[in-house]
């Protein structure tokens, strides 16, 4: 089992920036890949980025390549996604989800074990 806790969504402007966190907990954190993904209203749950378990591989998808950074400690255990240069487009929930059957990463939303309760960003124009 794993618990996971998302914190960081708000209120921002366009072009402004927010940092998400997503804390672990149940198993080893490091044994495992992770991910963000988001959902907006009336829109299919979308992946983000995604990170291997130690950090050396990430992922992102082609609207947020270059704005949004995803990292990890592993002390802490605990995954970020630094968002920069938001847009009102990218106003969703965003999930962050842990994948124990892989070290690597995936881009899939079907291959992610756990998920968060989500957390709110809403970026104004």
């Known amino acids: 089992q794993v618990q996971l806790v998302e914190s960081g969504g708000g209120l921002v402007q366009a072009g402004g920036s927010l940092r998400l966190s997503c804390a672990a907990s149940?198993?080893?954190?490091?044994?495992?890949?992770m991910g963000w993904f988001r959902q907006a209203p009336g829109k299919e749950r979308e992946f983000v980025a995604a990170?291997?378990?130690?950090?050396?591989?990430?992922y992102y998808a082609d609207s947020v390549k270059g704005r949004f950074t995803i990292s990890r400690d592993n002390a802490k255990n605990t995954v970020y996604l630094q968002m920069n240069s938001l847009k009102p487009e990218d106003t969703a929930v965003y999930y962050c989800?842990?994948?124990?059957?892989?070290?690597?990463?995936?881009?899939?939303?079907?291959?992610?074990?756990?998920w968060g309760q989500g957390t709110q960003v809403t970026v104004s124009s």
């Open positions: 989800a842990a994948d124990l059957r892989t070290t690597a990463g995936t881009r899939g939303r079907y291959e992610y074990d756990y």
């Open positions: 990170i291997s378990w130690s950090g050396g591989s990430t």
């Open positions: 149940g198993r080893t954190f490091s044994s495992y890949a």
